[in-house]
């Protein structure tokens, strides 16, 4: 038998006081995080989420109804689709980069310093826009103070503006990197942050009026557009394709408009089937019923609906079409984009919500699980630390919050508040918190006559560094399993108030696609049914299984089993 192991084989004690067999030592999180992932179930949950932060960070780049060029007539080629874009699309793919450069580039700091880094500038990215947008609706209303107004019209107002802001959301950053870390590299990150996305809020202050006639150019005029993968936006209504059904062109809607009107002409009600078509002439009735109905979907495709018409009819005249169902086929063969997953009630294109929908339903998670973390940490860290009359007090006040319903709160603030995502973000986080608060209570109460504790004491630590510095890094690992929970919960808790119609207005969500199955006439579309509610399915059970793999990694019986 050779000195050193190659396999994991079974060795007995001797072999391993001879130093045969001997593993390298891993750290907690390290040996914790191999657990995981040898799990396929927590292999497919970490595949799933990191498939929906894809498209969470890179839907408007994926599905929009604005082409990446447009060239109209002799005028230079512009790009609408970068035009087009908010300030947090450009700030979430400006972090994006950056996120991946610090984990790839700063090779000389540990993983999990990295780690922090990166979400310290998401951290950023998002305060940043989430005051913009409260600054830029302060100011963009009808009944603004007149002083309001006059400071608005200037000329300076946006770069200062925009300085200003960036400036208050690098303040916490800055302070931690002076004070805390004492790191010149970290503030020099944290500037550079704050000034990549101060100029993207100048930039993008004032939004773009959203149209889509690019296809009615390229149509009419001597236009012409690259779009991408998926050509739609998830606000782009198209009335005559409501309702469609998976792989469904505006062709389909075209044919629909024509056999309705030849069925108006004979008297009839039932559609006809493909045999009845496949009996049937082309008369000169379906060529001219073809041409009004061009007029409903000249601004869907990008070829003239009247040179359409003409090739058909000139085909027909030769011969090569002789009745309906050929003259069908004919139709629905043209080039026009399809609806991979079809439409919903509004006609606006499911795949695309879908993607975009992804973002809400990531960060509603995160940042309502990163609010109530950070609350329920603090309190039961004072909880556990102190006891007595201070842990009865604040218990009392974790049970109160536990017997309110987060669900009726948000309905009820739904019909108050402005309906935006950052109330409901707050809202959740701020009446979740007590899981988080009742772990760190009991594992603080543990910890707190620890012998590295009463070190720290001795040397007269500060509290702030005793609580938070010592205590919370040992007793914090049952409030990270439970956070998975809580991400799942709060994703479900969002489907359900877009299902009852009271989530964010107009931003797209699965479950405001779900409730849409239903239609109001009675009929059920399967596809708004399986695809937003398959998706709200895969995301909670994922950070379920992510959560459970999790627990049995560093359950220390569990552990002591596999040992």
Known sequence: MSGVQTKHEAVTGVQLAQGIGHQPAKGFWADAWSQVIRRPAALFGLSWIAIVGFFAIFAPLIASGHPWVFREGDSGASSPLIAALRASDVA????????????????????????????????????????????????????????????????????????VIATLSALPFLFISIWVHRSVGRVLLVAGAALVFGLIIGWKWSPQLQTFDYRLAEATESAEAVYTLIPFSPNQSETVMFNRPPMATPMNAWWDLIERDLLAQAGRRAVYSDEELALQSVLPEAIEAARRASSAVVDLISMPPDAIVDEIESEVASGRITNLLEMRDRLLAFDAPVHLMGTDTLGQDVLSQMLHASRLSISIGFVSTGIAVLIGVTIGAIMGYFGGWVDLLLY????????????????????????NIYFMMAIIGCFSWTGAARFIRAEFMKLRNADYVQAARAAGLPLRSILFKHMLPNGVTPVLVDTSFTIAAAIIIEAILSFLGLGPADQASWGKLLSNAIGDAGGYMWWLAIFPGGAIFLTALSYNLIGEALRDAIDPKLKKARV
């Open 92 to 163: 979430i793919l400006a972090w994006a980069i950056s996120a991946v450069a610090i984990l790839l580039l700063a090779r000389a700091m540990p993983m999990a310093d990295r780690l922090r880094l990166a979400i310290a500038v998401g951290v950023q990215a998002g305060l940043t826009v989430v005051i913009a947008t409260a600054v830029s609706s302060s100011f963009s209303g009808r009944d603004i103070a007149p002083w309001m107004r006059d400071l608005r019209s200037g000329a300076l107002f946006i770069p200062l503006a925009s300085a």
């Open 396 to 419: 009392r006040f974790v049970e109160i919050f536990m017997a309110v319903p987060v669900l009726f709160v948000l309905i009820v603030a739904a019909g108050v508040l402005p309906r």
